[in-house]
């Protein structure tokens, strides 16, 4: 079954509310939803309804500007924004947009713009990563990074469509990628919505896909990237790095500009949420494991830039040596797009 352009719209601005499609239903049931209030902005992302670091980055936006003309005192509206720019710590373009929304004299005119700009600098990073998809590649990639997981065209998944749509003809190999089956859910589902032909696999097959299936190249998203290039992405990305490393397939980040920390020197300084047990020891309803099993469920892990092939930006592929070339995307002018 195909669906509109609306009715994935990954976020947008309803004039009383913030709309969004609930992802957590994806990929049997697309049910949009309103957020009209504090508690609901910060439950749609820290619950995934609304997921993926650039979604996440403008529905903050338009929240913010939502809750400046519901919420009267000034105090009331600060805690409420403290609340939106902390619902989601590790990926930057949240506290990114919230800040740029509230140093603007108008609000709702600075989310609208921020969104437009993600639009353009997806069209932007998938021109820009299309010389890197070779005819007919193999490509494995985690988690979902199309335009579910940015309000715009997608990053990663972006770069794959796009690639398709020029007749590269790419075979996409899509890891599950636990504990909630983005991929699965998600990425299968934009792939076949868009008409690339894709196999989902276990995250766990990832190696011998490559070592028996012919991937040529790994291509990911990120929710925050250091001066150096060490990536946060989601969990078993820095995995997928090191295998391809291994098997010499290049690994490439697609991201936009916002994505990039540039007042972090490295990976350590980035914070890494852990989610609730729950997520492993259960399936869906179903529990799998002893009720009192021990847990470690981090959301993300951090790649090492030496393992990152190129980064593929709205300004072009940033390659090694990133400790210059990172802090040269830096300088370069913000992304504008007029109205």
Request: with cysteine; glycine share 8%.
């Amino acid at each position: 079954m195909s669906f509109s352009e609306s009715d994935l719209a990954a976020v947008s601005w309803d004039g009383d509310a913030v709309g969004y499609v609930d992802q957590r239903l994806l990929p049997h049931e697309v049910r949009r939803e309103r957020a009209r209030t504090v508690d609901e902005i910060e439950a749609a992302i820290q619950t995934l309804a609304v997921r993926g670091a650039p979604a996440i980055g403008v529905f903050g936006a338009y929240g913010v500007a939502l809750l400046r003309d519901a919420l009267a005192s000034d105090d009331a509206f600060a805690q409420a924004a403290a609340r939106v720019r902390n619902a989601r710590p590790t990926a930057v373009n949240l506290a990114w947009a919230v800040d740029r929304v509230l140093g603007s004299s108008d609000m709702l005119a600075e989310a609208k713009a921020i969104h437009r700009e993600q639009i353009a600098m997806d069209a932007a990073i998938a021109d820009a990563g299309l010389e890197l998809i070779p005819k007919n590649a193999k490509i494995l990639t985690h988690c979902n990074t199309g335009p579910i997981a940015t309000a715009g065209g997608g990053t990663a998944l972006g770069v794959i469509i796009h690639a398709a749509r020029a007749g590269k003809k790419p075979h996409v190999f899509v890891d599950e990628t636990r504990p909630l089956l983005q991929g699965g859910r998600l990425t299968y589902f934009e792939l076949a919505q868009a008409g690339v032909e894709a196999t989902l696999q276990v995250d766990g097959a990832a190696a011998i896909a490559m070592q028996r299936k012919g991937i040529d190249l790994v291509i990911v998203g990120a929710d925050r990237i250091a001066r150096n290039g060490d990536t946060a992405n989601k969990i078993g990305t820095y995995g997928l790095a090191v295998l391809a490393a291994h098997h010499g397939i290049p690994f490439f980040v697609a991201a936009p500009r916002t994505t990039f920390d540039f007042s972090i020197a490295d990976g350590s300084a980035i914070h890494i949420e852990e989610r609730k047990a729950e997520e492993v020891t259960s399936f869906g309803p179903t529990a799998v494991a002893m009720k009192d099993a021990r847990v470690y469920n981090p959301a993300f892990d951090v790649t090492p830039g030496h393992l990152v092939t190129a980064f593929i930006t709205e300004y072009g592929v940033i390659r090694p040596p990133y400790a210059e070339s990172i802090p040269a995307l830096a300088d370069r002018p913000a992304w504008r797009v007029l109205a």
